[in-house]
């Protein structure tokens, strides 16, 4: 075995060693039947283009990266970005679970059927199986949303998936500037994207990005110079000890990412009843 130097990723290796069982595919799609309806909460929010609304309501929805924060007997809880079902809602046009739940299909897979699919030779099951989960928190402010499945629900292609999907521990310290950082993702046919990073800032407003809010997110933001892509937002931030340290809300075709704090988490999943643990 060739000697360690600089470049062999030991730490980054391990990070990932941890992370990568706890990610998940999200997919979040219209129901055929409830086009009409969709319709009328875009109306309602009113901040997507009139001429772009049929391309929401008929797509194959829209996806992103989640991560395991509760592992209980009976249930897997998952979060993610709240952004991926935007155009349906505002800060001061808000949707309900229930509501999110009737328009919507949630659809989860975990990394263990994305391997077993993408298996050499496999060529039994030409199609993904996803289980299908229900929305159970959101919050608009601050672009979160809290996804449940029954873990017998989860399948690792014809067969309930008995491997473990641990959940993450977060961090019981804020990060600092120049904090080493890490990212597994799962941008569309792009499962275990891994990336290092570096912490720039800790407490960006979304004002200080200079993009357009019309939805009125109000979220916290750390300023990190990794790079992420489409499909990458809800993928969990470690730090050097594997613990989360906030989640991606996103990129701007920069250097520079941003993500939930670790505050604005921790009071959202607190309000819904997880039971997070933090360490380091």
Request: net charge negative; with cysteine.
């Given at each position: 075995?060739?000697?360690?130097?600089?470049?062999?990723?030991?730490?980054?290796?391990?990070?990932?060693?941890?992370?990568?069982?706890?990610?998940?595919?999200?997919?979040?799609?219209?129901?055929?039947?409830?086009?009409?309806?969709?319709?009328?909460?875009?109306?309602?929010?009113?901040?997507?283009?009139?001429?772009?609304?049929?391309?929401?309501?008929?797509?194959?929805?829209?996806?992103?990266?989640?991560?395991?924060?509760?592992?209980?007997?009976?249930?897997?809880?998952?979060?993610?970005?709240?952004?991926?079902?935007?155009?349906?809602?505002?800060?001061?046009?808000?949707?309900?679970?229930?509501?999110?739940?009737?328009?919507?299909?949630?659809?989860?897979?975990?990394?263990?059927?994305?391997?077993?699919?993408?298996?050499?030779?496999?060529?039994?099951?030409?199609?993904?199986?996803?289980?299908?989960?229900?929305?159970?928190?959101?919050?608009?402010?601050?672009?979160?949303?809290?996804?449940?499945?029954?873990?017998?629900?989860?399948?690792?292609?014809?067969?309930?998936?008995?491997?473990?999907?641990?959940?993450?521990?977060?961090?019981?310290?804020?990060?600092?500037?120049?904090?080493?950082?890490?990212?597994?993702?799962?941008?569309?046919?792009?499962?275990?994207?891994?990336?290092?990073?570096?912490?720039?800032?800790?407490?960006?407003?979304?004002?200080?990005?200079?993009?357009d809010n019309p939805?009125?997110?109000?979220?916290?933001?750390?300023?990190?110079?990794?790079?992420?892509?489409?499909?990458?937002?809800?993928?969990?931030?470690?730090?050097?000890?594997?613990?989360?340290?906030?989640?991606?809300?996103g990129g701007f075709?920069?250097?520079?990412?941003?993500?939930?704090?670790?505050?604005?988490?921790?009071?959202?999943?607190?309000?819904?009843?997880?039971?997070?643990?933090?360490?380091?």
């Amino acid at each position: 075995m060739a000697a360690p130097n600089a470049f062999s990723g030991h730490l980054e290796k391990w990070l990932y060693e941890k992370t990568k069982d706890s990610i998940f595919f999200i997919n979040i799609l219209p129901r055929p039947d409830q086009h009409g309806a969709i319709h009328d909460l875009m109306k309602t929010a009113d901040h997507v283009e009139e001429g772009e609304r049929e391309a929401l309501v008929n797509g194959d929805g829209h996806c992103a990266t989640g991560f395991v924060v509760e592992n209980g007997p009976d249930h897997l809880k998952i979060l993610t970005c709240a952004h991926i079902i935007e155009h349906v809602y505002s800060a001061t046009d808000p949707v309900s679970t229930d509501d999110c739940n009737r328009v919507f299909i949630t659809q989860v897979l975990c990394d263990h059927s994305e391997l077993s699919f993408r298996r050499p030779g496999q060529i039994a099951h030409p199609q993904r199986v996803y289980a299908e989960g229900r929305i159970i928190g959101i919050s608009y402010e601050d672009d979160l949303l809290l996804i449940q499945v029954p873990p017998e629900d989860v399948v690792d292609l014809d067969e309930i998936c008995m491997r473990n999907h641990p959940h993450l521990t977060f961090s019981s310290t804020q990060p600092v500037a120049f904090d080493v950082c890490a990212m597994v993702s799962w941008p569309p046919l792009r499962h275990r994207t891994a990336v290092r990073g570096r912490v720039s800032h800790t407490s960006r407003s979304f004002d200080d990005l200079g993009q357009d809010n019309p939805v009125g997110y109000r979220m916290n933001l750390i300023e990190v110079r990794i790079g992420s892509e489409l499909g990458s937002s809800g993928a969990p931030l470690v730090n050097g000890n594997g613990k989360v340290i906030g989640m991606l809300h996103g990129g701007f075709r920069d250097a520079f990412s941003y993500f939930l704090s670790l505050n604005d988490i921790m009071l959202f999943l607190a309000h819904r009843g997880v039971a997070v643990i933090r360490e380091d």
